[in-house]
T-cell receptor
């Protein structure tokens, strides 16, 4: 199993550009999560999904959108990039039988 | 609402010395508590978790943590630090739909 994979690893965007951060897991996990990590702030939950077709907002959803058309994929969309979205983004997943979340390697995004 | 406070954003120890990373939590329900480790430029990896069984939890790499309800604490310890333990450590508590509420993190430095 590859676990949780994220692409790209790094990206630089200009203000106002859009992009999609990809997240895929091959563990057949129902639950998937997107977090952002800012220095000294820990991880903040952006969006989460409890299964295909079901998503909900976390603590910091503004400026982001998600979709969950399959069990495996949970892409995160930034429509109009802003400098405040400069961060490291982590995707995570878990089954509904355990509370342990498994994290991807992260995407480092810079908005200039 | 659940919250986590990690005391000390940076901790420095000598190789072979005791490691103590502090975590206090607030939860309106019996909590599930976690310690994750993040090595440079990597995702988060589960060290250990407390899920209401034994109050002393042993994890990977010689780490352990003790749940103390009276002190609302879940401090992480290791008897003897190795250079390879240098990383950032996050304490987390579950917060509904098993979302994780993270502390701000503690960066551990180990010097010879």
């Amino acid at each position: 199993n590859a676990g949780v994979t994220q692409t790209p690893k790094f990206r630089i965007l200009k203000i106002g550009q859009s992009m999609t951060l990809q997240c895929t897991q091959d563990m057949n996990h129902n639950y998937m999560y997107w977090y952002r990590q800012d220095p000294g702030m820990g991880l903040k939950l952006i969006y989460y999904s409890v299964g295909a077709g079901i998503t909900d907002k976390g603590e910091v959803p503004n400026g982001y959108n998600v979709s969950r058309s399959t069990t495996e994929d949970f892409p995160l969309r930034l429509e109009l990039a802003a400098p405040s979205q400069t961060s490291v983004y982590f995707c995570a997943s878990r089954t509904d039988r355990t509370d342990t979340q498994y994290f991807g390697p992260g995407t480092r995004l810079t908005v200039l | 609402a659940q919250s986590v406070t990690q005391l000390g954003s940076h901790v420095s120890v000598s190789e072979g010395a005791l490691v103590l990373l502090r975590c206090n939590y607030s939860s309106s329900v019996p909590p599930y508590l976690f310690w994750y480790v993040q090595y440079p430029n990597q995702g988060l990896q589960l060290l250990l978790k407390y899920t209401s069984a034994a109050t002393l939890v042993k994890g990977i790499n010689g780490f352990e943590a003790e749940f103390k309800k009276s002190e609302t604490s879940f401090h992480l310890t290791k008897p003897s630090a190795h250079m390879s333990d240098a990383a950032e450590y996050f304490c987390a508590v579950t917060g509904g739909y098993n979302k994780l509420i993270f502390g701000a993190g503690t960066r551990l430095a180990v010097h010879p």
